[in-house]
């Protein structure tokens, strides 16, 4: 599926569970636990939450892709051989996590396009991650689906609130209730992919889309991405999307007569900024 692409790890950024890589301004992180289907276990929630981190705050990075590896699948979900009865998943020392659902927000909150690459399997929690993402591309024999209700879990969250708007909600209900596996054309036709390309296309096509996003205004999509999301995240949302008001206001004139006033301990003068209409 690599083809003649050359990413380059990203250096410093050793991990077990998953490979950060990185190709001119775009950032690839992949599930690489491929003998079980790239499920996720506690440290592999630990080790993408890393390595978002540092694709958030890298200012070279313009836009990001989650992928799986190999050809099988994107991601299975949690690890259902760590999941134990207290909650969560265990990791090595045994205290159980839901940390996934701290992963989902920080896609969301990243103020950078996340892109889904998908062959093979989307199920269950791996589901809701391509969900999360903005952007999904999917392979023709990419799966997608909900198992919850089958394995006894269910993520009433993100999982089922951004179905719903995405695919509309009797659609949604039918996913989660019936737990069916739907095909990529079956996903696009519901609008919860969008494109279907040939597997040996999936990575050259998702680099199409992050190059062109790469030629646009960083503060449009990032401005453009918060607002999508603002709605869905209540207050949550609002704020960050204040803040990226807050950050732009900090860069005008104005604002910086109010600082510098402070500092120069005199009374501010904003007379000469316009009340636009
Ligand atoms: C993904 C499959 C459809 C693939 O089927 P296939 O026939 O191709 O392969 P196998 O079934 O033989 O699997 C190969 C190999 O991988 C192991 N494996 C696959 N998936 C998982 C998994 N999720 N966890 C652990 N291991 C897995 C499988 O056992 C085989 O290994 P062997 O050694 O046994 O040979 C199919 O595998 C499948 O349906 N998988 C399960 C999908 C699933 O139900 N996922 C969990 C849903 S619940 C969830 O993800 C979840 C996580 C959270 O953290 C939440 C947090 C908060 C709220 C909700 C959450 C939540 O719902």
Same mark, same amino acid.
């Given at each position: 599926m690599n083809g003649k692409i050359n990413w380059t790890p990203v250096a410093g950024k050793n991990y077990s569970d998953i490979?950060? $890589? #990185?190709? /001119? =301004? +775009?950032?690839?992180? %992949?599930?690489? #636990?491929? &003998?079980? #289907?790239?499920?996720?276990?506690?440290?592999?929630?630990? $080790? @993408? +939450?890393d390595a978002f981190h540092h694709a958030h705050h890298a200012p070279d990075i313009g836009a990001i892709i989650l992928t799986g590896e190999g050809e099988l699948a994107f991601c299975s979900g949690g690890d259902q051989k760590v999941r134990g009865t207290d909650g =969560?998943?265990? /990791? $090595? &020392? =045994?205290? !159980?996590?839901?940390?996934?659902?701290?992963?989902?927000? !920080?896609?969301?909150r990243l103020p950078k396009p996340v892109v889904a690459m998908v062959a093979g399997y989307a199920v269950g929690g791996g589901h809701v991650l391509h969900l999360v993402c903005d952007l999904t591309i999917a392979a023709e024999?990419? #799966?997608?689906?909900?198992?919850g209700p089958r394995v006894g879990s269910f993520d009433a969250g993100l999982g089922a609130g951004l179905l719903a708007r995405t695919v509309g909600l009797k659609k949604a209900k039918e996913i989660w209730f019936l737990c069916r596996q739907y095909t990529a054309q079956e996903a696009l036709d519901m609008g919860l992919v969008n494109t279907v390309v040939p597997l040996d296309r999936l990575e050259a096509e998702t680099l199409d889309w992050c190059r062109q996003m790469l030629r646009h205004s960083p503060s449009s999509l990032? @401005?453009?991405?918060?607002?999508?999301?603002?709605? %869905? /995240?209540? @207050?949550?949302?609002?704020? &960050?999307?204040?803040?990226n008001a807050t950050a732009l206001f900090y860069m005008s004139g104005e604002a910086r007569e109010g600082r510098d006033a402070f500092l120069e301990k005199r009374p501010p003068d904003f007379t000469r900024f316009p009340r636009r209409p």
């Open positions: 490979r950060y $890589e #990185r190709l /001119d =301004g +775009i950032a690839k992180i %992949t599930i690489a #636990r491929p &003998e079980v #289907r790239n499920a996720f276990r506690p440290r592999t929630v630990e $080790e @993408l +939450i =969560g998943y265990k /990791d $090595e &020392e =045994g205290v !159980q996590h839901l940390n996934v659902l701290d992963l989902q927000m !920080q896609i969301r024999n990419a #799966r997608f689906g909900q198992t990032r @401005l453009l991405k918060a607002g999508f999301n603002a709605d %869905t /995240d209540g @207050l949550a949302g609002i704020q &960050e999307l204040a803040g």
